[in-house]
Nanobody, 125 residues
Framework: QVQLEESGGGLVQAGGSLRLSCAAPGGVFNSLTIGWFRQTPGKEREFVGAVIWDAGNPYYADILKGRVTISRDYVQNKVHLQMNSLKPEGTDVYYC??????????????????WGQGTQITVSS
């Protein structure tokens, strides 16, 4: 069941930037934790970053720190993932997710209840 909606994916050149957005079709995020994950074909889903909707600072995967930024838009009720210095790694699918009982397990995808359908990003050389 698709409960969130990602947008902003597409084709980008290596070294370029891209911003993804995540929206909750049924309403606002309230106090949910919103996470971003990516999945490379043939590999496990990988944690990118996460943030609590109405509190605290974002958390990022160590290998992506300095290259990704998560921001919250309280007016449009969206969470954005800004990605810079993209590497030519082919095509990945990015997902946004949300959960109310994530707490300190933000990196664990199984802790998230609501998921989007995913948006595809292709980084070319």
């Amino acid at each position: 069941q698709v409960q969130l909606e990602e947008s902003g994916g597409g084709l980008v050149q290596a070294g370029g930037s891209l911003r993804l957005s995540c929206a909750a079709p049924g309403g606002v995020f309230n106090s949910l934790t919103i996470g971003w994950f990516r999945q490379t074909p043939g590999k496990e889903r990988e944690f990118v970053g996460a943030v609590i909707w109405d509190a605290g600072n974002p958390y990022y995967a160590d290998i992506l720190k300095g290259r990704v930024t998560i921001s919250r838009d309280y007016v449009q009720n969206k969470v954005h993932l800004q990605m810079n210095s993209l590497k030519p790694e082919g095509t990945d699918v990015y997902y946004c997710a949300a959960g109310s009982q994530v707490l300190g397990a933000m990196r664990d995808s199984s802790m998230y209840v609501y998921w989007g359908q995913g948006t595809q990003i292709t980084v070319s050389s």
